[in-house]
């Protein structure tokens, strides 16, 4: 969205926000100005980063996630394929680079993930029996959450435990192990990371089966006595089609069993595809039907996308003692994996900075909402 644009068709936007509408990505680290700042009271304001932007190789990112995130999530690195490539090879070069990171700055600093079906290491795939398995997990999250407690402030302990009819997921940890792993999951956690928020995360939990689904696993740990602090609702939305009220019977159900609510990986998909979530192991292939916009947004659905970012943080805001923290999943629109999903190689525009790392209309909005 040319700014310009923006200055003439909001004119109520220029007037409030002129200091903040006219002044360059740059400015926007200026101390005090940040999303982060905005909603301090609030909720916490996270980013996912991938390793570049951890190590410091990508300067105007680095400028970025300073001044608008007080929170971070690790978009791959601390996922067990990293951490443990092999039976008790543990490789923490990449995950200890991400925590210093987050010490240094000191941000909000998230897990993600100790017990996933995906991005699993091959041996664990392999694995048949019950013993090994149990073996694994409680050596994986002993090693990994110890590794970083204290340092590490909340770990989405289990992701993706279900299915979209709200059953859970015949994962090899329920083939296995039976339902019962998740609960083990969590009790290994808090032993791990005792002073740590202990998270359950999943796409689609909004919706009305799946949210049931998400609802038996809370209720399954809490009869349990296993402690669980939080759900996180994912967030990987389409513009035209984010379901808010789903959203929001949401947010009351789950914080009414007495768990806060994150969004933890929030974007919105404002390319063509036939169906919602974050199921990577679901493709499309490629055409320029569905690459329609390889240069440049247009204007119109830029302003869409900005108009349900803003629709979204006002539902956030009105449950403000419900959320904990709102994570977007990428820094930039280039840097968002829905650049290579669920078709590879399009050109992707679902954050609130362009891949120049320039604010949005989306990201003004969001400044805006609360002056
Ligand atoms: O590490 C290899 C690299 O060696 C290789 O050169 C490159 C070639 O494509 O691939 C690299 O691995 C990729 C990895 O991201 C790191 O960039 C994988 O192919 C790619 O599949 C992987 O995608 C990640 C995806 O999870 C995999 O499950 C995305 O970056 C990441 O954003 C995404 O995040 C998930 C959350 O963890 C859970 N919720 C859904 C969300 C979106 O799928």
New binding site residues.
């Given amino acids: 969205m040319n700014l310009k644009i923006v200055h003439i068709v909001f004119p109520f936007l220029w007037i409030i926000g002129a200091g903040v509408v006219n002044c360059s990505a740059q400015k926007l680290s200026v101390k005090g100005n940040g999303l982060k700042d905005i909603y301090k009271s609030d909720f916490l304001i996270g980013t ?1 980063l ?1 390793s570049d932007q951890f190590q410091g190789k990508n300067a105007l990112a680095d400028r970025l996630i300073k001044a608008q995130f007080n929170s971070i999530t690790p ?2 690195v601390l ?1 067990a394929e990293i951490v443990q490539p092999a039976w008790g090879r543990f490789d923490f070069s990449l995950s200890d680079r991400f925590v210093d990171y987050g010490v240094r700055n000191k941000l909000f600093i998230i897990g ?2 100790l017990i996933w079906h ?2 699993l290491p091959p041996f664990v795939e392999a694995i048949t029996s019950k013993d090994s398995l149990r073996q694994f997990m409680s050596q994986h999250i002993a090693k990994v959450a110890g590794r970083y407690t204290g340092k590490i402030k909340g770990w989405d302990v289990v ?2 435990a279900l299915n979209e009819d709200g059953t859970y997921r015949n994962s090899v940890f329920l083939k296995l192990l039976g339902k019962d792993y998740i609960t083990d999951a969590f009790k290994q956690a808090a032993v791990a990371a005792p002073h740590t928020e202990l998270y359950y995360n999943d ?1 689609n939990i909004e919706q009305p089966r799946k949210r049931e689904g998400a609802i038996a696993i809370i209720k399954q740990l809490q009869a349990a006595d296993a402690r669980i602090d939080a759900v996180g609702i ?1 967030g ?1 939305w389409h513009v035209g089609k984010v379901p808010y009220r789903d959203i929001e019977e949401s947010i009351v159900a789950f914080a009414a069993l007495g768990v806060k609510v994150m969004i933890t ?1 929030l974007d919105l998909e404002v390319l063509p595809r036939n169906f919602s979530g ?1 199921d ?1 192991s679901q493709r499309m292939v490629n055409s320029p039907e569905m690459n329609p916009f390889p240069k440049k947004l247009p204007d119109s659905l830029q302003r869409k996308l900005a108009i349900d970012y803003e629709q979204l943080f006002n539902l956030f805001l009105k449950h403000k003692d419900k959320i904990s923290r709102v994570t977007f ?1 990428g820094v930039a629109d280039g840097d968002s ?1 829905l650049n290579d ?1 669920p078709v590879k190689g399009r050109t992707n525009y679902p954050l609130l900075f362009d891949r120049n790392y320039k604010p949005k209309e989306a990201f003004y909005r969001l400044l805006n909402i609360k002056r």
Avoid: G, P
């Fill in positions: 996912a991938n978009e791959n996922k993600h993930t995906s991005q992701n993706e796409y994912q990987h990986e974050a990577v999943w994996w999903w």
